[in-house]
């Protein structure tokens, strides 16, 4: 009940595609869905998040899209560059706000092609 | 604002030995977690440290032990490692919501 799993684990997309990465979890206490990006060598940084009150949310290129119903959520990047080149990583955590506590996907490596 | 900042980047430890990694917050932030990355997999939780205490545990032996300060610094300790102990560690530090993560240290034991 605590895993989430993230599909697919790699990914090949041309400049100005869509990528498009999805998680599934099973517990249904999570209500704070991050997803981070990490490069080589560096630390994983926050992209963007969604709780579960809203099925979508939007920061520029990145959209998340939540499905409650499923437990199903997604990451969207719109007109793809070759600089998101990168390991995304979806999580989930539980609580009222979020303790720190993350459990993570297993991370999906992202290619842009130029 | 500086971040996270962890330290050492890099290190190199024979089995057996033990190992302190330390971790700065970001400024303003209370709460420290642990995490362990092996290569090629996501981040695995190992604990975290509110008010100088432990807060939160992951599946890990006793040989992980940390240690939080008043100032919200925090160390990671490792006794007794094995080979399957390396790993990227990485720090999070956070404030009632988002976690943001430290570039880590890379731990190779021979």
């Known amino acids: 009940q605590q895993q989430v799993k993230q599909s697919p684990q790699s990914l090949i997309v041309q400049k100005g595609g869509i990528s498009i990465i999805n998680c599934a979890y099973e517990n249904t206490a999570f209500d704070y869905f991050p997803w981070y990006q990490q490069f080589p060598g560096k630390g994983p940084a926050l992209l963007i998040a969604i709780r579960p009150d809203v099925s979508e949310k939007k920061e520029g290129r990145f959209t998340i899209s939540f499905n409650k119903s499923a437990k199903q959520f997604s990451l969207h990047i719109m007109d793809s560059q070759p600089g998101d080149s990168a390991t995304y990583f979806c999580?989930?955590?539980?609580?009222?706000?979020?303790?720190?506590?993350?459990?993570f996907g297993q991370g999906t490596t992202l290619q842009v092609k130029p | 604002d500086a971040g996270v900042t962890q330290s050492p980047t890099h290190l190199i430890k024979t089995r057996g030995q033990q190992v302190t990694l330390r971790c700065s917050p970001k400024s303003g932030h209370d709460t420290v977690s642990w995490y362990q990355q092996a290569l090629g997999q996501g981040p695995q939780f190992i604990f975290q440290?509110?008010?100088?205490?432990?807060?939160q545990r992951g599946n890990f032996p006793d040989r992980f032990s940390g240690h939080q300060f008043p100032n919200y610094s925090s160390e990671l300790n490792v006794n007794a490692l094995l080979l399957g102990d390396s790993a990227l560690y990485l720090c999070?530090?956070?404030?009632?919501?988002?976690?943001?993560f430290g570039q880590g240290t890379r731990l190779t034991v021979v």
């Open positions: 999070a530090s956070s404030f009632l919501a988002e976690a943001f």
């Open positions: 440290y509110y008010e100088e205490e432990e807060r």
């Open positions: 999580a989930a955590a539980r609580g009222s706000s979020n303790t720190g506590k993350l459990i």
